[in-house]
């Protein structure tokens, strides 16, 4: 008996979008003006067959043959000729429980939602190895970077030892144009609302939350690892001083929302926060709405990939990608071999103790200017053996910057330290004690420096 793949019409494969907002109009712009195109790297065609919105009048920027668009998913589901969902719906449930219909109505999937692969993804992906069906996500991660098969694929004769990247183009952006305009967190965010680079809530792109979600999609990738995203200690840009970002340009630096993952003894260090990287590096270089992820691998040694992480038509370029793939039969292949997210394969690597991770440390806070304060506070790190690498204290009339957007007061004076090497247990009691000193106002700043 064939199976059900095999009995389909072998010339075309037929796709139904779920999602027509911006990477939607996009994927089916590729599809409608580029057949050609995909037809001749996928040797048959590719036939958008299907739109499903939730509204039949709103505006798409984009003109679709009749008869394509629907809002009804049933039309979608019920057709046995329809091959690939391209499953572009946001969020956790409808878009879980859709997934899993159209792969028991014999779809194959792709899909750009990342935090739907982060969350439910080891059910998802045991459920399509059952039903022989196959799940293709490079969107999910890094947009038009063509990261989840350089991961899993290209560098699979390597034992990856780390990756570091900027994994969400919307905070690299707003941090970007607060380090060349000397611009406020809030009304940098507004410009990128303007641009449409941030959602009207950019909550999850400027926490840190969706940076989160793409480290543990990728260190499973790279390291075996099964993590839930809430474990990786994570920070953002959210409140960022525009004041210490020219500190860290004044020390050689800038600061980026990095996200890193490194084997150390067999245990993975993970973590997401604003990080001071060195200028003159690539991803010290990487501006506005551009993702940069570096790779070290045993073999190959470092690896860099740089493109635009989010947008209509790189992420769309990314989607084609595995619409072809799937339709050609790669997708299905290395999807039963690699085993994404399998549920019974045991973890190659566990998350190592966050008070264990160790780094560099910038401080940057406000002291009352008088004698005794820097002893005072060299004296805590001291305590807790964190040795100096560096000190800068301004004048108060230097800080007229860090005065406008914030509500320290003006009679205290920013010092900014560079520590040595010391542990993230170490660094987190030593902060916490010297914000609690009478001759410390307001919070202490506290971020990685890397190179």
Sequence with gaps: MSSPRAARDSSRTNVAILGMGTVGAGVARLLIDHGDRTARHAGKTIWLSKAVVRDLKKPRGIDLPEGVLTDSIDEVLNDPEIDVVVQLMGGLSPAREVMLRAMEAGKDIVT????????????????????????????????????????????????????????????????????????????????????????ADPAMDVDGTDAAQKLAILSHLAFGATVDWRDIPRSGIDGLNPADLRYASQLGYRIKLLATARLIDGELE????????????????????????????????????????AGQMPTASAVVADIIDTAVGRTPITFQTLEYFSEDRPARAVQRDVAKLRGRYYLSLHVANHPGTLAAITGVLAEHKISIASVMQHE??????????????????????????ASEGAAAEATTAIAALKSVDGRVVRMPVRG
């Design 112 to 199: 750009a939602n990342k935090a739907l692969l982060a969350e439910h993804g080891g059910e998802l992906f045991t459920r399509a190895r059952q039903l022989g069906r196959s799940i293709a996500f490079e969107a999910a991660v890094a947009g038009g970077v063509p990261i989840i098969a350089n991961v899993s694929q290209c560098l699979s004769a390597n034992q990856i030892l780390s990756l570091e990247g900027i994994l969400n183009g919307t905070s690299n952006f707003i941090v970007s144009q607060m380090d060349e305009k000397g611009a406020g967190y809030e009304e940098t965010v507004k410009v990128a609302q303007d641009l449409g680079y941030a959602e």
């Design 396 to 421: 108060e009339h230097e800080d007229e910057t860090t005065q406008k957007h914030s509500n320290v007061d003006s009679s205290f004076v920013p010092l900014v330290i560079m520590t040595h090497e």
């Design 270 to 309: 993970l973590s997401v926060g604003p990080t001071l990287v060195r200028k003159g590096t690539p991803m010290a270089e990487v501006r506005d709405a551009y993702n940069a992820i570096r790779v070290i691998g045993d073999a190959v040694g470092p690896v860099f990939y740089h493109g635009l992480g």
